[in-house]
């Protein structure tokens, strides 16, 4: 039995292959993606996972037990192409829930993100059920996506299990598009010795996850006993919080010279409407969530990845 992650080449996907690479051995993981990387790479399959019929002959033939869509246009993408970024995050999730429901695997994960929240959801420690009124093209998909997974477990008896993710941070892969890609962006810039115009403005607080935080939790999640779980739309998932500025000054602890500049743009209004700060405290009752990283190790971190992988020359001491 395979785990087949579907966008597998993104920030996410690419980190969560090689974990469960690492726990369940690289012939029992199958990448796909749209594009491919590497040509000798024989676990991975070229796929269009919004052609319903490709999907179904992929899992024809191949036995499955997990599946992890990890595929979508992201938020500020998405908001220069709404309509290209509702059918592909909608098609890609309902293909799947249908072959689930119609037996080719076993579970499903999808991340949701606190994208789903609005400007009239409460913004400190907003809590697992709220108001949610999204207003972007993406954070209605994710919503949408939300109730269409609860539909089928209810309905059909589907695992399908799902976590929010705030905004990720990671240097091996480059994110995607999203509202928060600031905070890694910010990393790049320093190491470079070059200052940064961030398009979010300085004191807008925003929850954050480093990348192995992320990955523990989408293990983890998948990982935990059917009846652990009382939640099956998506659960709310935390670990830091912090404004640009302030994560400014945690980047300057190591690399004084560095300087931000601050012109706010249309992410800024979308940042607007999400949260401070989530209550996960769900997650950490029913699967025994928990983070390592606080911002001070996620700083460190990213620069000693960075440095090391991309920016060998400069110097830095811990």
């Not at 935390?238 to 302030?246: G, Q």
């Amino acid at each position: 039995m395979k785990k087949v992650i579907i966008g597998a080449n993104g920030q996410i996907g690419t980190e969560l292959r090689q974990r469960l690479v690492q726990s369940y051995g690289h012939e029992a993981v199958l990448a796909a993606d749209i594009v491919r990387k590497d040509e000798a790479d024989k676990q991975f399959i070229l796929l269009d996972a919004t052609d319903a019929d490709a999907l179904r002959a992929l899992f024809a033939q191949t036995p499955v037990d997990d599946v992890y869509l990890m595929a979508a246009i992201l938020s500020a993408r998405a908001e220069q192409m709404p309509r290209k970024a509702w059918h592909i995050n909608m098609t890609i999730l309902h293909n799947l829930l249908e072959l689930g429901r119609e037996g080719f695997f076993q579970s499903l994960f999808w991340p949701s993100s606190i994208a789903v929240f609005g400007p009239h959801t409460p913004k400190e420690n907003t809590p697992q059920y709220t108001v949610m009124d999204p207003d972007t093209v993406y954070g209605i998909s994710k919503l949408a996506g939300e109730r269409w997974m609860e539909y089928y477990y209810e309905k059909y008896g589907l695992d399908v299990r799902s976590v929010r993710y705030p905004g990720i941070i990671s240097w091996k892969t480059r994110p995607g598009g999203g509202t928060t890609d600031y905070a890694v962006e910010m990393f790049h810039y320093a190491l470079r010795g070059e200052p940064y115009t961030c398009y979010i403005a300085p004191d807008e607080r925003l929850p954050m996850m480093y990348i192995d935080d992320a990955i523990d939790a989408t293990i983890r999640l998948m990982e935990a006993p059917a009846e652990r779980l009382s939640i099956r739309s998506s659960y709310n998932l935390a670990a830091v919080h912090f404004t640009p500025r302030e994560l400014e000054a945690a980047i300057r602890r190591y690399i004084p010279d560095f300087r931000v500049h601050y012109a706010p743009d249309f992410r800024e209004d979308i940042a607007r409407t999400w949260p401070d700060s989530i209550d996960d405290s769900t997650a950490r009752k029913d699967w025994q969530w928990h983070h390592r990283y606080d911002l001070d190790a996620m700083v460190r971190a990213m620069l000693a990845g960075l440095q090391k992988s991309r920016y060998p020359e400069v110097e830095l001491s811990f």
